[in-house]
């Protein structure tokens, strides 16, 4: 998966995760991918829930041993 | 223009000032607009841990000594066991890699939550200005809230 930044956010639970993401999207430019790791179930359904509020692309979830790894695109400012 | 959030803090205990925070916090990220107001036992958790002016009425002087300020003071709402439960679950969330509620009062604040106190609370329990953090944004009363209030989307009562 391509990706221009990775946001490491193991051991962190609910909400430190999307704060993080938010964050971190503040100094991507445009078309650029965020790779975040994260142990929280959470994720999976709060990321997408979160690049639909805020306008961004979620492109995929891989998960591997209770590890996620997520794939978002930035769309906006 | 982005969409805003209301929360009243209303309560001191430990777990729902920390649920306020997190949605707090959450909203912000989510893109919205968030105002935090502080009432009532509330105001405890925007307040010193001392109190710098002390208030002259005797009554005011007793609720003082007995109502203490603090984001670490605050209590769980159950299983306190006279502080040994709150104290354990102060170490559980460490564990947990949760931040404490001082950390996020200043969380909030950097990413732009505002922080309201309720200035009828204040007058009633004789607490100062001067007795506040840092944080707080401004001292305000009902119909700050109700003009928040209104249009905001999500409203709640902590």
């Known amino acids: ?77 | 223009m982005k969409e805003k959030v209301t929360i009243i803090i209303f309560s001191n205990d430990l777990d729902k000032v920390l649920a306020a925070f997190n949605i707090a916090i959450g909203s912000v990220s989510m893109n919205m607009d968030v105002t935090m107001f502080f009432t009532f036992w509330g105001l405890n958790v925007i307040r010193k841990e001392k109190s710098i002016k002390k208030p002259l009425n005797w009554m005011k002087r007793m609720l003082g000594l007995l109502n203490r300020g603090g984001a670490d003071r605050l209590k769980l709402s159950k299983f306190n066991m006279l502080g040994i439960g709150t104290s354990m679950m102060k170490k559980l969330m460490k564990k947990s890699n949760m931040p404490s509620i001082k950390e996020l009062i200043s969380l909030a604040k950097e990413s732009g939550v505002k922080i309201i106190a309720c200035n009828t609370t204040m007058e009633i329990m004789g607490i100062s200005k001067q007795d506040l953090i840092s944080e707080v944004d401004s001292i305000a009363g009902v119909a700050t809230y109700l003009a928040t209030a209104k249009e905001s989307k999500i409203n709640l009562f902590i």
Do not use: H
């Open chain 1, 1 to 77: 998966m391509k990706k221009d930044f990775t946001l490491d956010c193991y051991g962190l639970l609910c909400p430190m995760p999307i704060i993080k993401v938010a964050q971190k999207f503040k100094e991507l430019k445009i078309g650029q991918v965020l790779e975040l790791i994260s142990t929280d179930e959470g994720v999976k359904q709060d990321i997408p829930a979160w690049c639909k509020a805020t306008g961004n692309e979620f492109i995929a979830i891989e998960e591997n041993n209770g590890e996620y790894r997520v794939y978002i695109k930035k769309l906006k400012d």
